[in-house]
């Protein structure tokens, strides 16, 4: 099962929006709900920030926010910080293939 | 709290075997689903192999017939059984608790395998 599709990097300025994408196939990001999101800093593990394409669990700021439209799913932070900067990868799973993750993408704040 | 920590990693030859355990607390995994999910340095993350509350488990194509992922309710450990190890096996590996609609809501620190001779 091939990685979903993610830039290779993202930047903004502090207060500004930016959206990350994840593109798949209809066999997997196209065909599923179960879509989430995780944020990486070095040398940290991942953090789940989003579930079911749109869900922010209990703690996770609502500047992150989750969408999807045919087999690309999207990552919007709004209000850019510092903390932000970090790598976010995108999830997807189906029956069929079970969990497929994206390359990843390094966010930058400038 | 809710906590994951992983332990056996290291420094292995090409062709050798080795065992992680994952032991949690502040939860149950009887009535989890339980992951193995790993990322070579400087790479991104890889989904390894899940065990389900029932005992189904279910495993990535490269690693299947040489990685079985097992679980001791008693001591609510998840264990990930390597065999075979090849250089590309080299990653940390990350024990990951299955949350709401298949996503993982809790991760481990990591452990680190590495396969070099």
């Known amino acids: 099962q091939s990685a979903l599709t993610q830039p290779a990097s993202v930047s903004g300025s502090p207060g500004q929006s930016i959206t990350i994408s994840c593109t798949g196939t209809?066999?997997?990001?196209?065909?599923?709900?179960?879509v989430s999101w995780y944020q990486q800093h070095p040398g940290k593990a991942p953090k789940l920030m989003i579930y079911d394409v749109s869900n922010r669990p209990s703690g996770v700021s609502n500047r992150f926010s989750g969408s999807k439209s045919g087999n690309t799913a999207s990552l919007t932070i709004s209000g850019l910080q510092a903390e932000d900067e970090a790598d976010y990868y995108c999830s997807s799973y189906a029956r069929s293939t079970l969990w497929v993750f994206g390359t990843g993408t390094t966010v930058t704040v400038l | 709290e809710v906590q994951l920590v992983e332990s056996g990693g290291g420094l292995i030859q090409p062709g050798g075997s080795l065992r992680l355990s994952c032991a949690a607390s502040?939860?149950?995994?009887?009535?989890?689903?339980m992951n193995w999910v790993r990322q070579a340095p400087g790479k991104g993350l890889e989904w390894v192999s899940v065990?389900?509350?029932?005992?189904?488990?279910y495993y990535a194509d490269s690693v299947k017939g040489r990685f079985t992922i097992s679980r001791d309710n008693s001591q609510n450990t998840v264990y990930l059984q390597m065999n075979s190890l090849r250089a590309e096996d080299t990653a940390f590996y990350y024990c990951?608790?299955?949350?709401?609609?298949?996503?993982?809501?809790?991760w481990g620190q990591g452990t680190l395998v590495t396969v070099s001779s």
């Open positions: 990951a608790r299955g949350g709401s609609s298949f996503s993982f809501d809790c």
């Open positions: 502040g939860f149950s995994i009887s009535t989890n689903y």
């Open positions: 209809s066999g997997d990001i196209g065909g599923s709900n179960y």
């Open positions: 065990i389900y509350s029932g005992g189904t488990t």
